[in-house]
């Protein structure tokens, strides 16, 4: 495959849901790279993309044949503030069930 063909995510922040794993990954500016043979969405990792942060602003990758699927926000800013829709969402769900 010519990595000239797939989408440009430059910019860009994307939460990727892999085949048989139910939490995201999430990177900012992400690009595609080969590695080892396999073509690899490599991006680095937002700060808010963990509880912990343990693996926030570092470089992170995830092996596109290995995509279930994903959402692509238009920048750091609208994925931040879609994190933040649903945090309320769900705080107000689990009070509701309390």
């Known amino acids: 495959?010519?990595?000239?063909?797939?989408?440009?995510?430059?910019?860009?922040?994307?939460?990727?849901?892999?085949?048989?794993?139910?939490?995201?990954?999430?990177?900012?500016?992400?690009?595609?790279?080969?590695?080892?043979?396999?073509?690899?969405?490599i991006g680095t990792i937002p700060k808010i993309s963990t509880e912990s942060g343990w693996s926030a602003n570092q470089i992170g990758g995830v092996a596109w044949d290995r995509v279930r699927d994903y959402v692509l926000f238009d920048n750091l800013d609208s994925y931040l503030n879609a994190v933040k829709i649903s945090e309320s969402y769900n705080a107000a769900s689990k009070s509701e069930n309390t």
Request: glycine share 8%; proline share 5%; hydrophobic share 35%.
């Open 1 to 41: 495959m010519n990595i000239d063909s797939f989408p440009e995510f430059t910019g860009k922040c994307i939460s990727i849901l892999l085949i048989d794993e139910s939490h995201s990954h999430d990177l900012n500016d992400p690009h595609f790279e080969y590695q080892g043979g396999r073509l690899f969405i």
